[in-house]
């Protein structure tokens, strides 16, 4: 088995001892793929004291042989709750560890049915998530190399940004340039907006036309080699106004002191606060309607968060110091309803002196 598919075994074995759970469970597509390199679609973990199963169906047998090096693995006729229960059972376990934010109710209920009265189940939250966030050195070689395919991408789509292309056509051409330049996917659809509706943090891409002066957000997520970047630019086409060009400078501050505060053993909360202090002063803070950042891997979402507040819903605090080899979205973001949004958002890995930034792109305020 591959060293990093034991090590990552090993820690979380030791976190299944302090919990007395004999076994774990897991049909998360990223845990499956971090815990013994399955990237399947369907599928689901077992692990317990001694080793580590992979239970698929006939779809990716050929798959499951070759990418699981670090389980056996179960081609199962059988749903795949059904043999998972079937496995706790033959093996004897009493009690097992399920992943509470990951598995479905219907999952749960015929995991439960299938296994003896007495299995006891623990409910966790973000287990393999906590190591996960801290990065192996060869996992930061991927987020590099991803984030720099992301930054090239940007460069890439300057060009195209000419009035008259709908928001559509410009996140096509975004989405094919990044498979072009080998990328596997977009990391989640991407966003771009014109105009007043850069105000929308989250818009989708509609039909609608870019003209002269106006503000363009373009928010895209790329997958290389599993590991994604997440990467946000705001330029204006044309001679910006005041009002937005200080609006973006103040966004550029924000970001740029959030990313100075970065470091090994700083919070999650005191990195959000560094970049909200800024825009206070301003006084544009009640239009950063969001957190400043998060965890960014095999997942485009995931801890750490930088935010406000001492926990999020799964108790995973944003107090807790930040790690040495975590990397982390910084993405403050002002959004005026009628004048538009900017938002700046780049890849930065943690390291014991500061942040390094992965992402390369010009940050400066670009007028087309
Ligand atoms: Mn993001």
New binding site residues.
């Given amino acids: 088995m591959p060293s990093a598919y034991r090590r990552r075994q090993k820690l979380l074995r030791a976190k299944l001892a302090s919990l007395d759970a004999g076994a774990f469970v897991t049909l998360s597509q990223p845990n499956l793929l971090y815990l013994c390199g399955f990237t399947g679609s369907s599928g689901a973990l077992l692990l317990d004291s001694r080793g580590a199963t992979l239970i698929t169906d006939g779809r990716y047998t050929q798959q499951a042989r070759k990418e699981a090096r670090g389980a056996r693995v179960i081609i199962s006729q059988e749903s795949l709750a059904r043999e998972v229960a079937a496995v706790i059972s033959r093996l004897g376990i009493g009690r097992v560890a399920v992943e509470a934010q990951r598995l479905t109710l219907a999952q749960f209920t015929s995991l439960q049915k299938g296994c003896p009265a007495q299995t006891e189940w623990r409910p966790t939250e973000g287990l393999v998530e906590a190591i996960r966030a801290v990065k192996e050195p060869a996992e930061i070689r991927c987020l590099r190399e991803a984030a720099k395919l992301g930054s090239e991408v940007f460069r890439r789509a300057l060009p195209l940004i000419v009035p008259g292309i709908t928001e559509n056509e410009l996140a096509a051409e975004i989405e094919h340039r990044m498979r072009r330049l080998g990328a596997s996917r977009p990391a989640f659809e991407t966003i771009v907006a014109f105009g007043p509706r850069t105000a929308w943090p989250h818009a989708r891409p509609t039909s609608r036309k870019l003209r002269r002066n106006e503000l363009v957000l373009l928010?895209m997520?790329v997958i290389l080699g599993n590991y994604c970047c997440?990467l946000?630019r705001t330029v204006f086409v044309g001679r910006a106004p005041a009002r937005v060009r200080r609006m973006y400078q103040e966004v550029l501050k924000a970001q740029g002191v959030a990313i100075r505060a970065i470091r090994a053993g700083a919070s999650g909360a005191a990195v959000d606060q560094a970049a909200r202090r800024v825009l206070r002063k301003a006084g544009l803070e009640r239009y950063f309607t969001h957190s400043t950042?998060?965890g960014?891997g095999l997942e485009?979402?995931e801890p750490p968060r930088l935010a406000k507040g001492p926990q999020n819903h799964s108790g995973q605090g944003q107090n807790e110091p930040l790690q040495a080899g975590q990397v982390v979205?910084v993405?403050p973001g002002v959004y005026i309803a009628g004048l538009g949004g900017v938002r700046i958002?780049d890849d930065v890995l943690v390291t014991k002196s500061g942040g390094e930034l992965l992402t390369d792109a010009s940050r400066e305020f670009l007028e087309l």
């Fill in positions: 928010d997520g997440d946000t950042g998060h960014i485009v979402h979205t993405e958002e």
